[in-house]
């Protein structure tokens, strides 16, 4: 039991040798000596004793266990959104020329993969995995590529320039070859753009989240709807101990971690507790008949503790 | 004052004070009810499991549990 007036009342009765350990493990804790797994020993009175620190975990350390999924409908209507805004723009004038063609070019690529059928991928896919590991079949990686090539690839006569430096083909007199080989089409794949714009797509989302969401959106045990015993859980117990000690409520490492323990253990206990379901879905029913404004986990602006709902008359 | 805020506390954060022959909130809890009593705008009434599983009639047991906290809000 993490009681508060059990804990005072001990270090009242503590011993002068005891009172020495406490400090001295307090002032372990202080300097960051600890780093989370290891185990420090120290000397007491009844012999060597090892003490755990828990600490905050770094995000380097942290397994990301959840992959957000493109919404295909969003990411749409994001692009004619935007189409759609500097079209405006250039209406009143806020942009000199608006370019619709490149906006357009730049749209087709994406939505041309994601139209794609899955069977169609599979065949190229099927004929690509060929060239790979039989040389003999060229004719079927012609017509393959065969609409690449002619985009890419100039006349005879012209050199076929892969990268910008003009130094690199200044100076042969080879002529290029007229087909693409396996390595141009993976150094094609590694700079898909739109790799890059699921990316930049994602950071957007982060951005937008803030950094209580994106905190819990990333960090451990985020999926799970499993309610764990707040007095049991070791953050939990580390930060009361610096909380009754030192008075570190809002500057220890450890808060953070203990509000979005309470803040997952809310959403838990919503979706896989039997009675506190019964207990919403009531409040829910009360609040419609005697016309209550009822919310669901507010927090408390000067404490920073979360409850489970707040009730109140009307719409204040 | 004007809001009340409720905390569900399960069983297993539920300890019973033998002096005071009652319920009471264990270990974190008591503090997080301490803290929010002390400086928090709302009136927090923790609910007990315990005590809302043995209600027959739970509509009339969260009815009267708001109605009367909020007459008492009013009369202070």
């Known amino acids: ?316 | 004052m004007h809001k009340l805020g409720f905390i569900f506390l399960l069983k297993e954060d539920i300890c019973y004070n033998l002096e005071t022959s009652q319920d009471q909130p264990l270990g974190i809890y008591n503090m997080i009810m301490k803290q929010l009593k002390n400086m928090s705008n709302y009136k927090v009434i923790p609910v007990y499991e315990s005590t809302f599983q043995s209600e027959q009639d739970r509509f009339d047991y969260v009815d009267r549990l708001i109605s009367w906290n909020f007459m008492e809000m009013e009369s202070e």
């Open chain 1, 1 to 316: 039991m993490i009681g508060s007036t059990s804990l005072n009342t001990h270090k009242a009765n503590f011993d002068a040798s005891q009172k020495k350990y406490m400090n001295q493990v307090l002032d372990l804790i202080e300097d960051n000596k600890f780093s989370g797994k290891n185990s420090v020993s120290i000397k007491t009175p009844s012999g060597d004793q090892d003490i755990a620190f828990f600490d905050k975990i770094l995000t380097k350390e942290k397994k990301y266990n959840k992959v957000i999924k493109i919404d295909t409908h969003w990411l749409r209507s994001y692009i004619i959104l935007k189409d759609r805004q500097k079209q405006e723009q250039a209406e009143y004038g806020l942009i000199d020329d608006y370019q619709g063609e490149e906006t357009k070019d730049e749209v087709n690529p994406i939505m041309f993969e994601l139209e794609k059928d899955s069977s169609s991928l599979l065949q190229e896919n099927a004929k690509v995995k060929k060239f790979a590991f039989d040389d003999d079949e060229e004719e079927e990686v012609s017509v393959v590529f065969e609409s690449e090539i002619k985009q890419k690839v100039p006349s005879q006569g012209e050199q076929f320039v892969m990268f910008d430096n003009d130094s690199s083909t200044e100076n042969t007199d080879e002529v290029p070859n007229s087909k693409l080989k396996p390595f141009h089409r993976k150094y094609g794949e590694e700079i898909d753009t739109e790799e890059v714009k699921v990316s930049m797509f994602r950071r957007k989302k982060l951005e937008e989240l803030g950094k209580f969401a994106s905190h819990l959106y990333l960090f451990s045990d985020v999926d799970t709807s499993n309610y764990y015993e707040l007095n049991s859980e070791s953050y939990v117990k580390a930060w009361s101990i610096l909380y009754y000690f030192r008075n570190k409520s809002l500057h220890s490492p450890l808060y953070d971690e203990v509000e979005n323990i309470q803040a997952r253990n809310l959403s838990g206990k919503r979706i896989s507790h039997k009675l506190f379901n019964d207990f919403y879905s009531t409040m829910l029913k009360v609040s419609m008949e005697r016309n209550y404004h009822l919310t669901f986990s507010p927090r408390c602006q000067n404490s920073g503790w979360y409850m489970d709902m707040s009730v109140s008359k009307g719409n204040n």
